[in-house]
């Protein structure tokens, strides 16, 4: 959940986001409406999944994905990079040039060549208008897949060229083809490692099996005829060192959750949510569903304001047409000093008739929204537990503030013989061994060379930004 940019993320009641509904039956006929429907959808990108916002790392990317462009096949675009605040290793393209990479992925690479060959292989996509070749670009597909973070699907002849070329466009570049069997092997294992989490579509995520493309990848590199060129790092120390620092895990600039609590630093507020719940947090929002999934209560900025009664006449307006809003009930709330607004009314959501418990809450010159969802019906055991989270808003006390953390990418130095094991112990390092060894591309139990640069993370303290007030 972003300082910025919080809307509305109730499944239930909300309606198609307007660049998806509006293009539900488009096609893309032309690379005009490639760049077109590419810049409705970026902005959508940045909404939904949030931005890294580090200008030296972007303009490092765009450096690299420039000088790969400039041998794109295809249809040339005024190509446009950026990093996306996901952790699960990611790349995607979108019409018109617009490339994206998570900051899970780049933390990935070991050196600039894997980086490289991953933005060309994207970078063939757009040139090749893969997306203009689906029979549909609308609701049921490409204009969608950004609401979950996922990568856009393509067809096994798009990924095998999109592959085949990418490799051939790093080379044409002066990057080593080879450096793309790598990626595609520990972007595999990196998955292996995060199993046991809710899996999230991404890079691999194709037609063709892993293991045929990195097959099929290491082949192609031993044919590609190609010149090395200096890369805009200048070694693999300078690359990692460009690298450094990069967030790893979580971000806490979105909010952390300690159990069934949800702290979130910069916007300085806590509340928890029903004990035994899923939570999930978001870019746009965060909340909970109940384990029988019938019910779930979500979190979300509504705007700036100090009126939690104006806000909530605002909101009626709007969701009331679209949504078939009926209002039951509204009173005035004291929440810890705040003079919060209630409704409670019912609701067409996707599945049927729901009935809405919503709280809106003044805190610092914002206004936040606290929406419980349940089937329409004579049971409401769920409004007391709805009713709970809102009165649970309250104020970050400095022992809770103090308590948030984020994990950052570091690099060190190995010692003469020191095993990952070993290093990870002397260096406090944060990730397992085997996670450590699928991040830095090396077997876990083999010795280290001495001074071989290993990428570690570290728990550090998170800094605030100043908040709002």
């Known amino acids: 959940m972003r300082r910025v940019a919080l809307v509305a993320l109730v499944l239930v009641l909300a309606p198609a986001a307007p660049v998806a509904r509006a293009q539900e039956d488009a096609r893309l006929d032309t690379r005009y409406d490639d760049r077109d429907a590419g810049e409705r959808v970026a902005r959508e990108v ?5 931005l890294v916002d580090d200008p030296a790392l972007v303009a490092y990317v765009t450096a690299i994905g420039r000088r790969l ?4 096949p295809g249809f040339g675009f005024d190509y446009r990079f950026a990093i996306v605040d996901q952790d699960e ?3 995607f393209a979108l019409p018109g040039g617009y490339i994206f990479v998570s ?3 780049i933390a990935l690479c070991n050196r ?3 980086l490289a060959n991953v933005l060309g292989h994207e970078i063939v996509h757009a040139s090749m208008r893969h997306a203009a070749a689906r029979e549909q670009v609308g609701g049921a597909g490409f204009f969608q897949w950004f609401r979950q973070g996922q990568i856009a699907a393509y067809g ?7 592959d085949r070329l990418g490799q051939g466009v790093a080379a044409l570049a002066g990057w080593d083809p080879a450096a793309m069997a790598p990626v595609l092997k520990n972007i595999e294992f990196t998955e292996r490692v995060r199993r046991g989490r809710t899996p999230m579509p991404g890079f691999l995520d194709t037609h063709p099996g892993t293991a045929e493309r990195v097959a099929a990848a290491s082949e192609r590199a031993g044919v590609i005829a190609w010149k090395p060129a200096p890369g805009v790092a200048r070694d693999r120390a300078d690359f990692l060192r460009r690298i450094e620092g990069l967030t790893v895990g979580a971000s806490a600039s979105e909010g952390v959750f300690r159990g069934s609590r949800f702290l979130h630093a910069d916007l300085g507020f806590t509340l928890r949510f029903p004990e035994g719940w899923e ?3 978001t870019h746009r929002a965060v909340g909970a569903l109940a384990p029988t999934r019938d019910g779930q209560v979500i979190l979300e900025h509504q705007g700036p304001g100090r009126d939690a009664r104006a806000a909530a006449r605002e909101w009626i307006a709007k969701a009331g047409e679209k949504a078939r809003l009926r209002v039951d009930a509204q009173q005035p709330v004291k929440l810890r000093g705040a003079e919060a607004w209630r409704v409670t009314g019912r609701a067409a959501g996707s599945g049927g008739p729901v009935r809405l418990v919503v709280t809106w809450v003044p805190f610092r010159g914002q206004v936040y929204r606290v929406t419980g969802v349940a089937p329409s019906g004579p049971s409401r055991r769920y409004e007391g537990l709805f009713l709970n989270v809102a009165r649970s808003f309250r104020p970050l006390t400095p022992e809770l503030l103090a308590s948030v953390e984020e994990t950052r990418l570091h690099v060190v ?3 003469p013989g020191e095993s990952l094991a070993q290093l990870s112990r002397r260096t406090g390092n944060a990730w397992p061994v085997q996670q450590t060894a699928v991040m830095n591309g090396v077997v876990g139990d083999v010795p280290l060379p001495a001074g071989e640069l290993v990428k570690i993370a570290l728990r550090e303290p998170y800094q605030p930004a100043a908040p709002r007030r």
């Open 279 to 281: 939570t999930r947090n």
């Open 89 to 91: 290793p990611n790349a």
């Open 103 to 105: 900051r899970g992925l």
């Open 46 to 50: 940045e909404a939904n999944l949030g």
């Open 156 to 162: 096994r002849g798009q990924e095998r060229t999109a």
């Open 413 to 415: 130095a190995a010692r």
């Open 112 to 114: 600039e060549d894997e």
């Open 69 to 72: 462009a400039r041998h794109a």
